[in-house]
């Protein structure tokens, strides 16, 4: 059975930082794309970043140039860094890995931006 493990959330002012990390474990398979996405209250769940195999990455454009995301692939591992944040980047933040033709879901993690 495969688990998606997140971490890093939390409550940070504005202008701060927060670096979130997702874990995959068990028979997960060969992982091709591991992605951010996040929802606020109220919204749909939205596109944030995304790394595929060979390290190329893209980005929502709200968020170009503050995030970054990696990954760890001897750890099925993949990393959010969250730079010059703010109060709109307050969501739910969940990992998304595609693997083996299937898609898998991390539980979500809270980011709150407010001073």
């Known amino acids: 059975q495969v688990q998606l493990v997140e971490s890093g959330g939390g409550l940070v002012q504005p202008g701060g930082s927060l670096r979130l990390s997702c874990a995959a474990s068990?028979?997960?398979?060969?992982?091709?794309?591991m992605a951010w996405y996040r929802q606020a209250p109220g919204k749909q769940r939205d596109f944030v970043a995304r790394i595929i195999n060979g390290g190329s990455t893209n980005y929502a454009d709200s968020v170009k140039g503050r995030f970054t995301i990696s990954r760890d692939n001897a750890k099925n591992t993949v990393y959010l860094q969250m730079n010059s944040l703010k109060p709109e980047d307050t969501a739910v933040y969940y990992c998304?890995?595609?693997?083996?033709?299937?898609?898998?879901w991390g539980q979500g993690t809270q980011v709150t931006v407010s001073s």
């Open positions: 998304n890995i595609f693997a083996s033709a299937r898609g898998y």
């Open positions: 068990g028979s997960i398979g060969n992982i091709n794309a």
